[in-house]
């Protein structure tokens, strides 16, 4: 059963934007608090944003300002929109719940240039 699947990466230049989206299913989605978080080579998964299931927003400090997490509870997709990218914002971008489950979607790979 596929409860997380993340989309909207790519290849980009600094300063340009993309919009990431995470589709879940209800068993994750509804009434929980929903995260992104980022993963580069060697290192854990880190939170970038969570969005609580009223719409509340709250950033880690390296994105706040430059990022935006929102969700649609009736598509059940969180989304994160991402402005002003720096060439430190690579790495591949998950979504989970939180707390999380520890079967997590592919994630989606975001390269971002100087």
């Known amino acids: 059963q596929v409860q997380l699947v993340e989309s909207g990466g790519g290849s980009v230049q600094a300063g340009e934007s993309l919009r990431l989206s995470c589709a879940a299913s209800?068993?994750?989605?509804?009434?929980?608090?929903m995260a992104w978080l980022r993963q580069v080579p060697g290192k854990e998964r880190e939170l970038v944003a969570f969005v609580s299931r009223t719409g509340f927003p709250n950033y880690a400090a390296p994105w706040k300002g430059r990022f935006t997490i929102s969700r649609d509870n009736d598509e059940r997709t969180v989304y994160l929109q991402m402005n002003n990218l720096k060439p430190e914002d690579t790495g591949i971008y998950y979504c989970?719940?939180?707390?999380?489950?520890?079967?997590w979607g592919p994630g989606t790979q975001v390269t971002v240039s100087a």
């Open positions: 209800g068993s994750v989605f509804d009434d929980n608090t």
């Open positions: 989970n719940k939180i707390p999380a489950i520890p079967s």
